[in-house]
Structures are given as structure tokens and as C-alpha cells.
Nanobody
Framework: QVQLVDSGGGLEQTGGSLRLSCVASGRTFNIYHTGWFRQAPGEEREFVAG???????AYADSVKGRFTISRDNAKDTVYLQMNNLKPEDTAVYYC??????????WGQGTQVTVSP
């Protein structure tokens, strides 16, 4: 089992930046995909960014060119650098890890609020 702890959310103005962190513990060697998802009030949870253990990454169209996912293997931490924030980025952001056996773990979520 993998445990995830999200942090780094907060209140930011339009155009500002935030960096989210996701610290993993447990069977971290088994993780082959780590992703960030977000859920706004009344909306479905949606994919934001993902990174495979190979280093390949993928992004939702709405965040391409503004958000960057990265991983520090020594710290078992995945980051989401968010630049040029927009009010529509306001949501609770969740980290997710998928192990090679198919087990899925979620962080507890961190709130990001972007003011106009």
C-alpha cells in the first residue's frame, strides 16, 4: 500500500503561482504512474497532469503550458508547479498513485483558490 499526503494549496490571485507537493510513503518503489486531479464544487473530478515512472508526462488541455508535474525520487515527492493561475483553476487538488499491481491510492486533497 502507498500513502500520499498532499500540501501546498492556498489563496492566490489571477496570474500568480503555487506549487503543490505530494509525499509518498510505503511501497513507493511499486509506483508506475502519479497524477494530479482536481474537483471543483458541483463538478466531477478531472485529470490535470500525470507522470509515468519512465518520465513521460501528460497534461489536460486546460493547463498545458501553465502547469508542470515533476518528481524528486530521493524525497518520494511529486510536485505540481502551477503558473499563470486562473479563477477556473479553483478546486480541491488530489494526488493519485497507481502501483504496478493496479492498486490506486489518493491523497487527502489540498484546496486551491484563485481570486479574480
Amino acid at each position: 500500500q502507498v500513502q500520499l499526503v498532499d500540501s501546498g494549496g492556498g489563496l492566490e490571485q489571477t496570474g500568480g503561482s503555487l506549487r503543490l507537493s505530494c509525499v509518498a510513503s510505503g511501497r513507493t518503489f511499486n509506483i508506475y504512474h502519479t497524477g494530479w486531479f482536481r474537483q471543483a464544487p458541483g463538478e466531477e473530478r478531472e485529470f490535470v497532469a500525470g507522470r509515468w515512472s519512465s518520465g513521460n508526462t501528460a497534461y489536460a488541455d486546460s493547463v498545458k503550458g501553465r502547469f508542470t508535474i515533476s518528481r524528486d525520487n530521493a524525497k518520494d515527492t511529486v510536485y505540481l508547479q502551477m503558473n499563470n493561475l486562473k479563477p477556473e483553476d479553483t478546486a480541491v487538488y488530489y494526488c493519485r498513485a497507481v502501483e504496478t499491481g493496479g492498486n490506486v491510492s489518493w491523497g487527502q486533497g489540498t484546496q486551491v483558490t484563485v481570486s479574480p
